[in-house]
């Protein structure tokens, strides 16, 4: 038995050996925030080729190629490493500053294939203008069919602007779609919201910073929307992130021993923790995070990866 501390909750995992001390990084193991050592690069191992044009036959005796096969394939988001990608990345330092929700809507029609090609091409301008680097996105089908995205990032983006970018890319699109060229050059289906600060204007006119709790609360009912609630299926990614996020680690794992002290001291200071037991795994729930004393640890690596990171500095 042994535990795993996320950065929303704790789990008892009942049957098994705990694995390496901190884990779901996708670019490094690590056993401390000094000792980080990058995972062998699997791109470079040499795969078994796969055939362009193997064909079979359907059931109704029509050749079929493996790529039409490949096409049939759908994606949904993977919940758990999404909560957790979101929930670490919230934590690091450069986040604090300032960590933004961007929805993205297209007019009502649109295919999902052409979605993507003009979501790509967005993210491409915010690239090369305001050096997006830091992302995590999701995916999500709207009431009436039309697809639209939702980026969480760090990386500070002019409204008006952005807006310009898809207002751009979607014009060449009216012809196809019988769209308005007047209503489209009017595109306003990019909407930004601070999870730091308040749309609610104090006194003076400014801004209402949150509180890191109450920061923490809009991030979650950003999640249990967006993500925790999406079983929407795709032709293509339903969510995707940048490198960077990629290598953090989402959980911190301790034996019997060391985890005893931290549970025996959450239950003494936070009584208010729900705990889910299961035949396999226990779950120790809050609300909202508002102690970060037991994830002190896991920050720090993360810290140590998103710096070295972007230093482009292997971790020692």
Known sequence: MYYSITSSCIREIKNGVA????????S?????????TTKINRKSEKR??????????????DSVTSATRRSDRTYKINRPV????????FNLQATREFCAFYSISFPCGISDDDAFKLFNLW???CR?????????????????????????????????RVNGFMRTALLPYCCQYGWSVAKISKYNGIDVDNVWYSKRRNASGCARRRSRAHAQQHLSLYVTKYVSKNRDTFSHLAWHESRDIAALFTAH??????????ISYFLSTKNFWKKFDGEFVAVYLHPTVYDLT???????????????????????
């Open 294 to 316: 037991p994830y002190t640890q896991l920050t720090a690596v993360n810290e140590n990866v998103y710096r070295k990171f972007h230093a482009q500095i292997t971790p020692d």
């Open 128 to 160: 090369q203008s305001f050096s997006l680097k830091s992302f995590i996105w999701v995916a999500e089908r709207q009431q009436n069919g039309t697809i639209h995205f939702h980026i969480l990032t760090n990386t500070r983006m002019p409204i008006k």
């Open 253 to 262: 794992n301790f034996d019997v021993e060391e985890c005893e002290q931290i």
């Open 123 to 125: 993210q491409t301008r």
């Open 48 to 61: 078994p080729a796969i055939p362009t044009a193997a064909h079979t036959l359907s059931d109704d005796g």
């Open 82 to 89: 999404v909560r957790g990608k979101i929930n670490a990345f």
């Open 19 to 26: 694995p390496a001390t901190f884990s779901g990084s996708a």
């Open 28 to 36: 490094y193991t690590a056993n401390s925030a000094k000792n980080i």
